[in-house]
């Protein structure tokens, strides 16, 4: 099964549900998707998109949160849909946003993008948004780029065997 993870204006089409940091050269994962959203019959058991992150907030204050079903910090919380998972800060601001696309949406993307889902069909296409840290490692998603600690990144698309990394270097599949 792959995944496409579409962060700022960037796919990674990989074949696992994990993305991961390199923190002193120790990979260390920082969001693991366990379960996609599937659109069922009323009848049938509903499913929803299901979560692990190990991040910090840009202060650095660590967010640890399991299956989406607590924050070990108070001072954070958690906005939760079927296909949605959002952690806010008590002002309400965002932390990470982690969605599941639908098929509509997941193909109005750029043209460069939608070839890529096409050729690969992954399971699920996952956007990241936010502002947050994976270790030393200062991530800023929006709907138009990606920074990983201020180097800009746009417009790619790649897919790859491995699982999905970020270093101080950049992206690595």
Known sequence: MKYAFIIGSNAFVVPNPVISYIDDEEEREFLRINSIYHDLPPAE???????DVNIK???????????????????????????????????????????????ETAMGLEHNITAELDVN?????????????????NISAENEKLF???????????????????TTDGVVL
């Open 121 to 137: 069909t992954p399971i699920a296409v996952i956007r990241i948004n936010g502002d947050f840290m994976a270790g030393d490692l």
């Open 45 to 51: 058991k509903q499913s929803h998109l299901d979560i």
């Open 148 to 166: 990983i600690n201020g180097n800009g990144y746009g417009n790619s698309v790649q897919a790859g065997k491995n699982q999905l990394k970020f």
């Open 57 to 103: 907030d840009t202060n650095g204050t660590p967010i640890f949160m399991l299956t989406n079903m607590t924050v070990d910090n108070a001072a954070y919380s958690i906005k939760k849909e079927r296909d949605s998972v959002k952690v806010l800060r008590a002002d309400g601001s965002l932390v990470i946003h982690v969605h599941q696309l639908d098929d």
